[in-house]
């Protein structure tokens, strides 16, 4: 468990790190949001390209060795993109940096599950949720310490002795696994095609934000993705072995998990996207002080997590993730009235409480999602959680930077510059709040668990 734990940590340390990053990207690379944004995006697309073929290995071929050759891959890809000298290099090295870290989201969750037994899965979930917030609570933090001190580099390379370390582990303590022992078809057409519809409609979001969202080359995009949808479906219904089982969302506690997920998940890449933008350029922050105040979203999930899954495996996980889920929106919503002469203390104040209600809601909904598939697709459930978690986060990305963009634009013509910047987040904060509380209305819809 220890070990999977250190890969995930390693894994998601990635958000907060290059999120604090992103304005020392522009300046480094001499380019613009909208486009910077694209090396979170494209490692968010590829990872849901290769998360449910990862998965498939996994389950066919085991888990200990795939586990490995994604922390080895994730390792290579950081050292190359510590010496990229352009963003466009950067680019390629993100897309190899994703194809290792879905080889380890694909089976970190199904080897969790499948250490702890059925009435302690909550738990196993329980210390995955806070071994993520852990990796996203200390990014931000250990991401601005390393720009005031260092460079932008220093967000990637400082990883690789920490990965090396992990491997080292997982050769040793992971069970040895065969996985199926048998060969399957393999679902070539079914990543690609669940690409390509991501890409494509975030693209349109990204675009709608530079472009406005009457523009042709929009409403091509937007009217291209149902089409899009429609060939995923298509595919994955006549895959013999689909790395998208659809027949999963059948069951109704494992679809309207994945449903909460999402919505818990889009706010939070806004958040992770626009924060740096607003403590750096909107409060005028240290990289360092804005990274600590980023620090209080995630991090109160180290104790949270834990707490909250042993509880709902006693209470069940209904009204954990109901009300976890409207904590969260309340604590974004607060964000609204924050402006230049806000004290940093309390905008950690409303990302803490926001933290609050995303620890609650973590190790239940995952527990759900994991609980609901039989031993043998355990990792593809466990590639769908994740999948669900990357679409969501590329997808808040794309919205909260169009929104802002939008916003920013409009009131930097009437207001002071940090006005702007506030302004521009307040609204996105605004929406990011409305998508968590018809989010709780959805998770509250599960039933009784």
């Not at 890409?199 to 091509?220: E, F, Q």
Request: glycine share 12%; charged share 10%.
């Amino acid at each position: 468990m220890g070990v999977v734990t250190l890969g995930i940590f390693i894994y998601t340390l990635d958000s907060g790190m290059v999120g604090i990053g992103f304005p020392a990207l522009i300046e480094a690379f001499d380019s613009d949001a909208s486009t910077v944004v694209w090396v979170m995006n494209a490692f968010f697309a590829t990872s849901v390209a290769l998360l449910l073929t990862a998965a498939w290995f996994s389950d066919v071929f085991g888990r200990k060795r795939l586990f490995i050759a994604g922390l080895v891959l994730f390792l290579l890809a950081l050292s190359g993109i510590s010496f990229s000298p352009n963003i466009g290099v950067l680019l390629m090295f993100r897309v190899l940096q994703a194809a290792g870290g879905s080889l380890i989201l694909a089976n970190g969750n199904a080897i969790a599950t499948q250490s702890f037994t059925a009435a302690e899965r909550g738990k196993a979930m329980g210390i995955i949720g806070a071994s993520i917030g852990l990796g996203l609570g200390l990014g931000p933090w250990l991401g601005g310490t390393l720009l005031d001190a260092l460079d932008w580099r220093a967000l990637f390379w400082t990883r690789i002795p920490l990965g090396v370390v992990g491997i080292a582990l997982a050769a040793v303590v992971l069970a040895p696994d065969r996985g199926l022992g048998k060969r399957v078809q393999m679902d070539y057409l079914g990543p690609v095609a669940l690409c390509a519809a991501l890409v494509t409609a975030l693209l349109a979001i990204n675009l709608s934000g530079r472009l406005g969202a009457d523009h042709p080359i929009v409403w091509g995009l937007a009217a291209g993705l149902p089409f899009l949808i429609a060939l995923v479906i298509s595919v994955e219904r006549r895959a013999p072995r689909p790395v998208l089982d659809l027949a999963l969302f059948s069951n109704r506690v494992f679809s309207v998990s994945q449903a909460s997920q999402i919505l818990h998940y889009i706010p939070s890449g806004m958040m992770t996207f626009l924060g740096a933008f607003f403590l750096l350029d909107g409060l005028e922050l240290s990289a360092t002080s804005a990274g600590l105040v980023l620090t209080m979203f995630p991090l109160v999930r180290v104790v949270g997590s834990p707490a909250s899954g042993i509880i709902s495996d006693r209470l069940g996980t209904r009204w954990p993730t109901t009300l976890g889920m409207a904590v969260m929106g309340i604590g974004f919503l607060s964000l609204y009235w924050v402006g230049p002469g806000t004290s940093m203390w309390l905008v950690a104040a409303a990302l803490a409480l926001a933290g609050i209600g995303a620890a609650v809601w973590e190790a239940p909904n995952t527990a759900d999602i994991m609980g609901s598939v039989n031993p043998d697709r355990l990792s593809a459930a466990s590639a769908s959680l994740a999948v669900g978690r990357q679409i969501a986060l590329s997808s808040g990305f794309a919205l909260g930077g169009a929104v802002y963009a939008l916003r920013e634009a409009y009131y930097a013509e009437r207001v002071a510059s940090d006005q702007a910047i506030a302004s521009a987040f307040n609204e996105a904060m605004l929406l990011a709040a409305v998508i968590l509380f018809a989010g709780t209305a959805v998770t509250y819809m599960r039933g009784r668990v």
